[in-house]
């Protein structure tokens, strides 16, 4: 069974990091592209970063950019969100997911992802 499990959420304040992990179980997704999303209360989910098969291209929201950064290590079947700088409005669930497509990036819809992990809680004290 595939699988999808985040880690690395919690609680930190204004201008401080966290580091988040996606573990793939159950298969390789060598050949997809990944991304991260996140639902603050009473909110969307909405698309925070994606990053390409190939680890090659990466792609981010506007309110994340130049903060967040997004990699994946194919030897550990890993992919991680690195967030610096982070502000109380970052305060949300982060969801990993596995795009449906194939070989391409850059979709930004949550229809458009068909693997979804369970989520990990980021709380950003202002």
């Known amino acids: 069974q595939v699988q999808l499990v985040e880690s690395g959420g919690g609680l930190v304040q204004a201008g401080g990091s966290l580091r988040l992990s996606c573990k793939i179980y159950g298969r390789t997704f060598d050949e997809y592209s990944m991304a991260w999303f996140r639902q603050a209360p009473g909110k969307e989910r909405t698309f925070v970063a994606c990053?390409?098969?190939?680890?090659?291209?990466?792609s981010y929201a506007d309110s994340v950019l130049g903060r967040f950064a997004i990699s994946r290590d194919s030897a550990t079947n890993t992919v991680s969100l690195q967030m610096n700088s982070l502000k109380s409005e970052d305060t949300a669930v982060y969801y990993c997911?596995?795009?449906?497509?194939?070989?391409?990036?850059?979709?930004?819809?949550?229809?458009?992802?068909?693997?979804w992990g369970q989520g990990t809680q980021v709380t950003v004290s202002s």
């Open positions: 997911a596995k795009s449906r497509h194939a070989g391409a990036m850059d979709y930004r819809t949550i229809g458009d992802y068909d693997i």
């Open positions: 990053i390409s098969w190939n680890g090659a291209s990466t």
